[in-house]
T-cell receptor, first 112, second 112 residues
Framework: KAGVTQTPRYLIKTRGQQVTLSCSPI?????VSWYQQTPGQGLQFLFE???????NKGNFPGRFSGRQFSNSRSEMNVSTLELGDSALYLC???????????FGPGTRLTVT | DQQVKQNSPSLSVQEGRISILNCDYT??????FLWYKKYPAEGPTFLIS?????DKNEDGRFTVFLNKSAKHLSLHIVPSQPGDSAVYFC???????????FGKGTTLSVSS
């Protein structure tokens, strides 16, 4: 069974731009969650999507948004990038919730 | 305010000895606790979990202990192996299952 895949793996953007990251979950998994990892804050929960609906949301500004498609693939969008958005963005999938999640390798975003 | 704390950023252990990774939490309403392991350039991998109604869970070389009165949990790895060298994250799931909160991680180095 293929694991969680994320594209692209690395990205460099300029402050003020917007970016879209993609995540393909494990086949059959309907829950997709996004996390931001930074050295100072560790892993922080962004949001969870289940059956194309945002089910849970962490404490991030509205510049961070996401969506999920009917095939469970998910995208995360960050608008008006700030230097502090430089981080590793991780996607995780599971059958139904936040337990037993399988993580992808992440997308390393650098904002200059 | 950090609800899940891993106060030791790093730990060094010799091969064959016990590794003890610690985690403290502030919210007594957490329902599940999980440990993840992360290698560089990979996403976190689920290791072991424990329900708040238990005080111990064991899986091979890995044992997690939960002390609810002290709001403290620990992960024991016995015996430690060089391949265990990684960043270990403690995480807590709230009762509603709507948020998974991670600690900032402890880097374990096992020397041969």
């Amino acid at each position: 069974k293929a694991g969680v895949t994320q594209t692209p793996r690395y990205l460099i953007k300029t402050r003020g731009q917007q970016v879209t990251l993609s995540c393909s979950p494990i086949s059959g998994h309907r829950s997709v969650s996004w996390y931001q990892q930074t050295p100072g804050q560790g892993l922080q929960f962004l949001f969870e999507y289940f059956s194309e609906t945002q089910r849970n949301k962490g404490n991030f500004p509205g510049r961070f948004s996401g969506r999920q498609f009917s095939n469970s693939r998910s995208e995360m969008n960050v608008s008006t990038l700030e230097l502090g958005d430089s981080a590793l963005y991780l996607c995780a999938s599971s059958l139904s919730g936040l337990l037993e999640q399988y993580f992808g390798p992440g997308t390393r975003l650098t904002v200059t | 305010d950090q609800q899940v704390k891993q106060n030791s950023p790093s730990l060094s252990v010799q091969e064959g000895r016990i590794s003890i990774l610690n985690c403290d939490y502030t919210n007594s309403m957490f329902d599940y606790f999980l440990w993840y392991k992360k290698y560089p350039a990979e996403g976190p991998t689920f290791l072991i979990s424990i329900s708040s109604i238990k005080d111990k869970n064991e899986d091979g070389r890995f044992t997690v202990f939960l002390n609810k009165s002290a709001k403290h949990l620990s992960l024991h790895i016995v015996p430690s192996q060089p391949g265990d060298s990684a960043v270990y994250f403690c995480a807590a799931l709230n009762q509603a299952g709507t948020a998974l909160i991670f600690g900032k991680g402890t880097t374990l180095s096992v020397s041969s």
